[in-house]
């Protein structure tokens, strides 16, 4: 059974992206009305549908609404999502590289900003890992956890990020305490004032 475009490709891919909450309550309900409409669930549709929705002037009202947000980027990631899971259906696959071609030629030097900012969460995620939340905000990634948050931004080769490290500690041990002070004043050795 093919993934489902509401459940589990657009709702997990929004998740990633930091877009004003009316924008995304709006967005969220034309898309269900366009689920509605054009009948493209997986659990019940056809996923073939996807292609008529694409093509539709509801689908333009919904990347108006992504633009408004300045979330074009979040638009192309459920679109080159979609087209993954639905690569076996080439009347999908079809409508969805024509919505990605409309899209970039609108976002034009956003999505390659976008693209810059994709590759640099990509290089975040594999040093914190699955332990903190890691997302695209602006034009900024951000790490965000209990323990850790931090703002990285990229311009012209060089990264600007502010940190924020928090945290517990009981021990017995002085040599732990002293090891942990220690590797915190070297960490803020290398930091700025904020």
Same mark, same amino acid.
């Given at each position: 059974?093919?993934? !489902? ?10 998740? #990633? ?6 924008? *995304? ?9 366009? %689920? ?15 292609? !008529?929705? *694409? ?30 899971? $639905?690569?076996? $259906? ?34 975040? %995620?594999?040093?914190?890992?699955? #332990? ?18 931090? $703002?990285?931004? %990229? !311009?012209?080769?060089? $990264?600007?990020?502010? *940190? ?24 803020? !050795?290398? *930091?700025?004032?904020?």
């Amino acid at each position: 059974m093919p993934k !489902d475009f509401l459940r589990q490709i657009v709702n997990p891919t929004l998740l #990633e992206f930091e877009i004003p909450v009316q924008v *995304l309550s709006e967005i969220r309900k034309k898309l269900e009305a366009a %689920e509605n409409k054009y009948n493209f669930s997986a659990f019940g549709g056809d996923v073939r549908r996807l292609a !008529d929705f *694409l093509r539709s002037p509801l689908w333009q009202e919904i990347v108006s609404l992504f633009e408004s947000a300045d979330a074009l980027p979040a638009l192309i990631k459920i679109l080159e999502r979609a087209k993954e899971a $639905y690569k076996d $259906y080439p009347e999908v696959v079809q409508a969805i590289e024509e919505a990605l071609k409309n899209i970039q030629q609108k976002g034009g030097e956003k999505v390659k900003q976008f693209n810059i900012l994709e590759e640099l969460k990509e290089k975040v %995620e594999k040093i914190v890992g699955d #332990e903190f939340e890691t997302k695209i905000s602006e034009n900024k990634v951000v790490v965000e956890g209990d323990r850790l948050e931090a $703002y990285i931004e %990229e !311009d012209a080769g060089k $990264y600007n990020m502010k *940190l924020e490290v928090r945290g517990t500690k009981e021990t017995t041990a002085w040599k732990e305490v002293e090891d942990i002070l220690k590797e915190a004043k070297d960490l803020a !050795d290398k *930091l700025s004032p904020p």
